[in-house]
């Protein structure tokens, strides 16, 4: 049967509406080309014109004028955004942008838009490994607006080793100082050449943040700092032609940045680049977060802290122990079918993004022997050393409170614990141990899947006034 053709109203009625859409577009992509070229004559006319004509002959764009001439990637990228949080019922993403190049074409795309769906509850199941029940703890993570306080550490529970970091409300657990067996003799089946030699680093005590950092809480902090468009690409935004666009878990809407709709705001910030980790770190912790192209003064853990505070200060197979791993111990993408093991981007971005075998950083999983969660599988997570291949052949890595200091090539190690399987990440295959990047990795390239966590030497915690 035929569909009955839409009456005159109707009809007026879905131009009406194209008209309006048009108009809106029109103004975003016109005000920012006009900001961008610094064209004043026109962005005065964009902003004082009492009635906005999408066809005045004097603005840079008209309505069937191609966009991706006058526009490069980045700044498409941008546009989304800024169009995002013009029409915040619908998810634009940049390939629309790229797919519908005109502003004609744009607005009618938009308005076939469907409305999004409600962002989905942080009480969230495992994509990873569907029918596996979670046990979840209180997540503390800050994800709104306000003020932030002053960076201060109390203590939380009653515990005497774990505190509360008043800037974003995550918590934290102190390590004990250690005489730390790091790394994995070439004798071990499952170690890789650059996971040795294994050797003992006098670590000193620290604390160390008891999950990764959420989706929510990271989108608060590009709100309260307010990154310019260089710095934003720096840390969690990708070139439009990357095919990973598709899984940025964040947007810029009408109310700042935002987790995208239908993504619980407590799984780990992925995506994010070592800049964008350290930036996050330091604004943490009451620093200046500019200073984020350095490791000179840094709150990500250095390799050895990390792999200490993942399986204690023995050699274990996992941080639980070394009993197999199974899905209620640790969140990776059981089904290996899924992932293709050369590093085909392709087949890793044709999982959605809310369907990505991730869990909340609130999650009792991967648990070490401290209490740290996620210290297994999720998400990889980065260090503050600069990686290279030998280092632990060197004496200064068996240094008290070892750590990679070397800049000269501004590359840093990304570490986790994945067990006998692909870990959610296109490069990983997963050992049974604690796993160094096997390629180097530049601090602007931002990989599937890699979170952050954050350490501070507590020398406050012997002062009176510490957590006041």
Not at 2 to 20: I, R
Not at 317 to 344: E, I, R
Request: with cysteine; net charge negative; proline share 8%.
């Amino acid at each position: 049967m035929l569909e009955e053709e839409a009456s005159p109203e109707m009809q007026k009625k879905a131009q009406d509406v194209l008209e309006q859409v048009m108009q809106k577009v029109s103004r975003v992509l016109n005000e920012r080309v006009a900001q961008d070229e610094a064209d004043a004559p026109a962005l005065g006319r964009i902003m004082t014109e009492p009635v906005y004509n999408p066809d005045d002959e004097d603005l840079p764009l008209r309505p069937t004028d191609n966009i991706l001439l006058r526009r490069d990637s980045r700044c498409i990228i941008m546009d989304a955004f800024e169009l995002g949080r013009e029409f915040p019922e619908v998810e634009i993403d940049p390939r629309l942008v790229f797919d519908n190049p005109t502003i004609e074409s744009l607005s009618q795309a938009i308005v076939d838009l469907p409305k999004t769906q409600r962002t989905k509850s942080v009480e969230s199941a495992s994509t990873a490994q569907p029918g596996v029940t979670l046990t979840s703890v209180a997540f503390t993570q800050i994800t709104g607006t306000g003020e932030m306080a002053p960076c201060s550490y109390r203590p939380r529970g009653g515990e005497a080793s774990r505190y509360y970091r008043s800037t974003d409300g995550m918590e934290s657990i102190l390590l004990p100082a250690s005489m730390a067996r790091i790394g994995d003799d070439t004798n071990c089946p499952t170690a890789r050449e650059n996971e040795g030699p294994s050797h003992v680093v006098e670590l000193s005590s620290f604390l160390m943040d008891i999950e990764p950092v959420s989706l929510g809480a990271y989108a608060r902090f590009l709100n309260l700092t307010q990154p310019s468009q260089d710095e934003l690409f720096d840390f969690c935004l990708l070139p439009a032609e990357d095919a990973r666009c598709c899984h940025i878990p964040l947007t810029l809407g009408e109310e700042g940045w935002q987790v995208k709709p239908g993504v619980p705001p407590n799984w780990p910030m992925i995506l994010v680049s070592w800049y964008g980790a350290n930036a996050y770190a330091l604004w943490a912790h009451g620093e200046d977060w500019r200073s984020y192209k350095t490791a000179s003064k840094s709150f990500l853990p250095t390799e050895a802290q990390w792999e200490y505070a993942a399986r204690g200060p023995e050699t274990m197979q996992f941080p639980w122990g070394n009993d197999d791993a199974t899905p209620d111990l640790l969140n990776v993408c059981w089904d290996a079918s899924t992932y293709d093991s050369k590093g085909n981007v392709t087949a890793h971005v044709a999982t959605p993004l809310e369907e990505l075998p991730l869990v909340g950083v609130n999650v009792l999983m991967g648990v070490s022997p401290f209490g740290l969660r996620g210290m297994a599988g999720n998400v990889w997570q980065w260090c503050r050393d600069t990686y290279h291949t030998n280092f632990y052949m060197c004496t200064e890595a068996s240094d008290k409170d070892a750590w990679n200091a070397e800049e000269e090539e501004g590359w840093h190690a990304a570490a986790t614990v994945v067990g006998g399987t692909p870990a959610p990440r296109a490069v990983a295959w997963a050992s049974g141990v604690v796993h160094r990047a096997t390629s180097w990795t530049a601090p602007v390239i931002n990989l599937g899947g890699i979170g952050l966590k954050e350490c501070q030497v507590p020398t406050e915690v012997r002062r009176p006034h510490f957590g006041t």
